[in-house]
């Protein structure tokens, strides 16, 4: 029997508005906050695992490739079209972090924050 039952991920940040809208945009849903918790902000993924967005003073974002070795975590998400995909992140603010094997099924980015995500399609 299980411990516990998995409640949301949490990505630090410097602005969790910002960021929920960012995750919003790329998964749908609505960002929820209650006005009592300024630096919390929820979001409710469709068809997926909640994510929450904190408030972090002096964030720093991770580093990927990290030299270390080290890789904090990182979001995989499905898409229908790579390409169709990689143009829509970019516009919210994301940025190219590894796509220059346009034949791999993935491809990785950035959210505004530095956070690594990928696009992948099955």
């Not at 960012?22 to 960002?31: D, E, I």
Request: charged fraction near 25%; glycine fraction near 6%; charge should be negative.
């Amino acid at each position: 029997m299980a411990i516990a039952r998995f409640r949301t991920v949490v990505l630090d940040c410097p602005d969790p508005h910002a960021l929920a809208a960012f995750y919003a945009a790329l998964l749908g849903g609505a960002p929820a906050h209650d006005p009592a918790e300024p630096d919390w902000v929820d979001l409710d993924v469709p068809g997926g695992h909640p994510l929450s967005f904190q408030e972090s003073p002096g964030y720093v974002a991770p580093v990927w490739p990290s030299d270390d070795g080290a890789q904090q975590f990182h979001l995989d998400v499905t898409v229908d079209d790579l390409d169709t995909a990689e143009k829509e992140v970019l516009a919210l603010g994301a940025r190219v972090l590894d796509n220059a094997d346009r034949d791999r099924s993935w491809r990785v980015y950035a959210d505004p924050v530095g956070h690594p995500f990928c696009l992948c399609v099955d």
